[in-house]
Each structure stands twice: as structure tokens, then as C-alpha cells.
T-cell receptor
Framework: GDSVTQMEGPVTLSEEAFLTINCTYTATGYPSLFWYVQYPGEGLQLLLK?????DKGSNKGFEATYRKETTSFHLEKGSVQVSDSAVYFC???????????FGAGTQVVVTP | DTGVSQDPRHKITKRGQNVTFRCDPISEHNRLYWYRQTLGQGPEFLTYFQNEAQLEKSRLLSDRFSAERPKGSFSTLEIQRTEQGDSAMYLCASSGLKGGNSYEQYFGPGTRLTVT
């Protein structure tokens, strides 16, 4: 079945550092790929998405490119802030029902 | 605010009791999903509705779990004879504009269940 693998956390960074969170997937067909973010005490929020190969999703300074050849959708941000501290989830949906398969999540801690 | 809402936000119950959770999706959405999230893990799919029809159930959804979506609006998830292993965050999400096709899911804040 479909699956998503994310790098384990926590990832601890200083403010203004470069952030990369690796995400790879296995799926049949052509899934849509997503990054969700969960801030402390809050629900999951859609951060960005890409629906076909080579698409780049971007939002709030975060970017991820759908790489079919490497089955990856790595999340990047050039300069993190303390407010980016959260848990980030990579997800895919590959079927007509649209149900998501999530990765285990990566906690990011940004220190001043 | 017209986001997804869930009630209650927290529920503590004794083992063996029944519990019911409610989800109110975004009103224009025809798809509704239930997920379960345990500590340190990503959400796991439980079940899915398109309008009032329950179209798929995960193997995770044992016979003690039942979900409904009468009239294609709000949904309820009931757990009978709760067990300590049912302790988790139960998330509801909605998507899909009526007549359209969107895979963006909008999540509610979740109901945290603790079974003692």
C-alpha cells in the first residue's frame, strides 16, 4: 500500500538557519502530495501542496517540489523563525476517495 | 469562522463505557473523513463519507466503532465498550466542494480521548 517516510525529529535549529525536512513516498499511480503543520495546541493546517510531477508548492516562505524520479517531496525554508516551531507532516493521497496517508511527523524546534 | 468543528475537545471515560464524538464540517464540503492520531505518530485513516454514504472503512475500525453522517451534514463517531488502547486524538476533516473535486482536507481541532 501507499506509505510516507519522513526524517525523524526533533530537528533543532537557530533562528535564520536553513531548514530541510526529507519526505519520500511509495504509491501506485500519481498521488497528490501535501505538507501539513501542527503548531503547539492547535489542529493540522495545510501548508502547501503539489498535484503533479515537477510542481512546486510554496507558502509562508516554505517550498517543496514534487520529484517523481526520486519519489520525494522535501520541505525547505531558507530562514526559519521561532514561530516556525511545530510538527510538520508529509502526506499523500493516491485514490479517488482522497484519503490521506501521513508520515509520522517531524518536530522542528527553532531557538532564538 | 466556518472551519471544521469538533465536540467535545476532551473526553475522559472509564474502560467499558461508550463515547460519541461529533464533527461539523465546512458546510460546502461533501467529503468527510475521520482519522486517529496517537502520540508521536501521524494521523491514521479510519473512515470516509461522501455526502451521507460511508464509502470506506479502515481495518483499524473494529466492530466497536461506528460512524454516521445523517443527511450528509455533521458526523458522529461512536466507540462502544472503550478500551485503554482507544486513547488517542480523533480528528475530523472535510474536503470537496459540492460538484467539484478538491483533495485539500481541512482539519478540525480534534477530540482527545483518555480511557482510564
Amino acid at each position: 500500500g501507499d506509505s510516507v517516510t519522513q526524517m525523524e525529529g526533533p530537528v533543532t535549529l537557530s533562528e535564520e538557519a536553513f531548514l530541510t525536512i526529507n519526505c519520500t513516498y511509495t504509491a501506485t499511480g500519481y498521488p497528490s502530495l501535501f505538507w501539513y503543520v501542527q503548531y503547539p495546541g492547535e489542529g493540522l493546517q495545510l501548508l502547501l501542496k503539489a498535484t503533479k510531477a515537477d510542481d512546486k508548492g510554496s507558502n509562508k516562505g516554505f517550498e517543496a517540489t514534487y520529484r517523481k524520479e526520486t519519489t520525494s517531496f522535501h520541505l525547505e525554508k531558507g530562514s526559519v523563525q521561532v514561530s516556525d516551531s511545530a510538527v510538520y507532516f508529509c502526506a499523500l493521497t493516491g485514490d479517488s476517495w482522497g484519503k490521506f496517508q501521513f508520515g509520522a511527523g517531524t518536530q522542528v524546534v527553532v531557538t532564538p | 469562522d466556518t472551519g471544521v468543528s469538533q465536540d467535545p475537545r476532551h473526553k475522559i471515560t472509564k474502560r467499558g463505557q461508550n463515547v460519541t464524538f461529533r464533527c461539523d464540517p465546512i458546510s460546502e464540503h461533501n467529503r468527510l473523513y475521520w482519522y486517529r492520531q496517537t502520540l508521536g505518530q501521524g494521523p491514521e485513516f479510519l473512515t470516509y463519507f461522501q455526502n451521507e454514504a460511508q464509502l470506506e472503512k479502515s481495518r483499524l475500525l473494529s466492530d466497536r466503532f461506528s460512524a454516521e453522517r445523517p443527511k450528509g451534514s455533521f458526523s458522529t463517531l461512536e466507540i462502544q465498550r472503550t478500551e485503554q488502547g482507544d486513547s488517542a486524538m480523533y480528528l475530523c476533516a472535510s474536503s470537496g466542494l459540492k460538484g467539484g473535486n478538491s483533495y485539500e482536507q481541512y482539519f478540525g481541532p480534534g477530540t482527545r480521548l483518555t480511557v482510564t
